[in-house]
T-cell receptor, first 117, second 112 residues
Framework: NAGVTQTPKFQVLKTGQSMTLQCAQD?????MSWYRQDPGMGLRLIHY???????DQGEVPNGYNVSRSTTEDFPLRLLSAAPSQTSVYFC????????????????FGSGTRLTVV | QQQVKQSPQSLIVQKGGISIINCAYE??????FPWYQQFPGKGPALLIA?????SEKKEGRFTISFNKSAKQFSLHIMDSQPGDSATYFC???????????FGTGTRLTVIP
């Protein structure tokens, strides 16, 4: 049981480049989300999805796109990377969009550390 | 604006001691308060959670104390062990919402 798998683990981009961070889960979770973790800021929600074909914005969506064509996958796209997007990105999934439902809360991947130079 | 304020930023405790991390919130609609534990190179994982209908919840060495009137909650780790060394995040959400609002995190180091 792999849980939530994120690739790549590390990435360095030049300003203006685009890339896609991959996230896959094998738990048949309907809810998936992307957070970024920055020092002194905690984790902040970028985008989320409550099921295939449904996505919505979180607290800090600017500069990012998402799509959800399957239950398993939820890629995050950086359209034109900026140094302000240097961060650690975490994908999370859950049985329910409500973090208080179910038993284990949100299941997080191990993260992607992105540096934009 | 940080929805959940967490302190301290870092904490060093001797093995066997008590670790205490505090969080405060303003939004009275919050009704679910989890704590997540994160080890280096890993994602956060749910440790323990509480709802405001109780003032305390204990699971093993970990206890959440909740003060609804003060809008504060805290994590107590009894008999702290070196294996507890990690970053701890408090969080809050509203039932039916699609988001967890996280605190800024506390890096706990337990010295043998």
């Amino acid at each position: 049981n792999a849980g939530v798998t994120q690739t790549p683990k590390f990435q360095v981009l030049k300003t203006g480049q685009s890339m896609t961070l991959q996230c896959a889960q094998d738990m048949n979770h309907e809810y998936m989300s992307w957070y970024r973790q920055d020092p002194g800021m905690g984790l902040r929600l970028i985008h989320y999805s409550v099921g295939a074909g449904i996505t919505d914005q979180g607290e800090v969506p600017n500069g990012y796109n998402v799509s959800r064509s399957t239950t398993e996958d939820f890629p995050l796209r950086l359209l034109s990377a900026a140094p302000s997007q240097t961060s650690v990105y975490f994908c999370a999934s859950s049985y329910s969009s409500d973090p208080g439902q179910g038993i284990g809360g949100y299941t997080f991947g191990s993260g992607t550390r992105l540096t934009v130079v | 604006q940080q929805q959940v304020k967490q302190s301290p930023q870092s904490l060093i405790v001797q093995k066997g001691g008590i670790s205490i991390i505090n969080c405060a919130y303003e939004n009275t609609a919050f009704d679910y308060f989890p704590w997540y534990q994160q080890f280096p190179g890993k994602g956060p994982a749910l440790l323990i959670a509480i709802r405001p209908d109780v003032s305390e919840k204990k699971e093993g060495r970990f206890t959440i104390s909740f003060n609804k009137s003060a809008k504060q909650f805290s994590l107590h780790i009894m008999d702290s062990q070196p294996g507890d060394s990690a970053t701890y995040f408090c969080a809050a959400s509203v039932t039916g919402a699609n988001n967890l609002f996280f605190g800024t995190g506390t890096r706990l180091t337990v010295i043998p």
